[in-house]
């Protein structure tokens, strides 16, 4: 496995275009999109109840997608931005802010290159009801 050079322009390039098949697939809701870009072990984490932590396989997360309304099918205005991406050899982490009504959703993906290609292992994400 050749793993990604650090400064690679094209790595930046492949990040990006992982993330903007995340805000598609988040905006359509379209888990069977989610699932080209998470790798099958990856987890999906965020704050429960308290001071609880919620922890959910990636399966059993994009059951939970295809159960959802889209923002698209509810007339909801896309505001995806990329705060920042932070790339170690074969390792990055991608923040990520997007509007999924009625919250807006911070994402810290984390993601390794792997089998030749960038894809999440884990997602972790706090969410704030819009004003």
């Known amino acids: 496995m ?11 390039d492949e990040l990006i ?15 069977e999109s989610f699932a080209t870009i998470f790798d099958p072990a990856a987890l999906v984490t965020r704050r429960g109840e308290g001071d609880s932590v919620v922890v959910t396989p990636i399966a059993a997360w994009l059951d939970v997608v295809r159960s959802l309304t889209s923002p698209r099918d509810s007339g909801g205005a ?36 792997l089998n030749g290609r960038w894809q999440i292992v884990q997602k972790v994400f706090a969410a704030e009801t819009l004003a």
């Open 2 to 12: 050749m793993s990604p050079n650090k400064s690679s322009p094209k790595c930046i």
């Open 17 to 31: 275009a992982l993330a903007k098949t995340y805000f598609d697939a988040a905006y359509a809701m379209d888990a």
């Open 78 to 113: 896309r505001a995806d931005q990329i705060l920042s991406i932070a790339m170690t050899r074969d390792m990055a982490l991608l923040k990520l802010r997007l509007r999924i009504p009625p919250r807006e959703v911070t994402d810290l993906l984390s993601c390794f290159y």
